[in-house]
């Protein structure tokens, strides 16, 4: 069991990083962002919620992303592993992560986080907008709000981890497969 917290800023490549990650270990991709967006489009009461505060670049409020990830964790949690992408993104979210994997034996293995910096973060996102029609990707003062909430609010959560000895970072820029071939061998160097 392999349980790994992808980190870094919006448009740091967490989501193609996981999914590259999921084939190479066979472990599940968790994508909070990607199940909130589900539930927008599904037009959810839960997604109704959301929709307004992302639309503005904030966070989704702890509850109720703590409740997303807490049904996962009790449908998934005797699985290869997890990749968590975009979860814990505060300290609460953190600690209540904590806890209810302790509650089915399980544990946080690993964060990695990914450095990317914001001229580059803002540049991705921004052509990631414009391929995928997202429209939290479509304006740069929605995407640097993003952005300084995240080093705010989410930045924290490294220190969490890294007082657990469970941090490391790798460098987020240059192609796909050199940054995933950092990325295991991060992985890989923390699980011997």
């Given amino acids: 069991m392999l349980n790994i917290v992808l980190f870094g800023a919006p448009g740091c490549g967490k989501g ?49 992303v703590i409740d997303i990830v807490k049904g996962y964790v009790s449908e998934h949690c005797r699985d290869n592993g997890n990749i968590f992408d975009g979860f814990p993104r505060t300290i609460p979210q953190a600690e209540a992560f904590d806890q209810m994997l302790d509650e089915v034996g399980l544990k946080v293995d690993l964060m990695v986080y990914m450095d990317v910096p914001e001229e580059e973060l803002v540049k991705r996102i921004m052509l990631r907008g414009q391929a ?41 820029l ?14 890989d160097g923390y699980k011997k």
């Fill in 16 to 64: 193609t990083q996981a999914a590259k990650l999921k084939e190479h270990y066979g472990i599940d991709h968790v994508s909070t962002g990607e199940v909130i967006r589900s539930e927008i489009r599904r037009e959810t009461e839960l997604g109704k919620s959301m929709k307004e505060c992302i639309a503005q670049g904030c966070l989704v409020p702890d509850q109720l």
């Fill in 132 to 172: 995928s029609g997202r429209a939290d990707d479509a304006s740069e003062e929605v995407i640097r709000h993003r952005i300084d909430t995240y080093r705010k609010q989410t930045a924290v959560v490294a220190d969490y981890y890294a007082k657990q000895g469970k941090y490391v970072a790798v460098d987020g």
């Fill in 174 to 187: 240059g192609q796909v497969d050199e940054i995933f071939e950092r990325i295991v061998k991060a992985i």
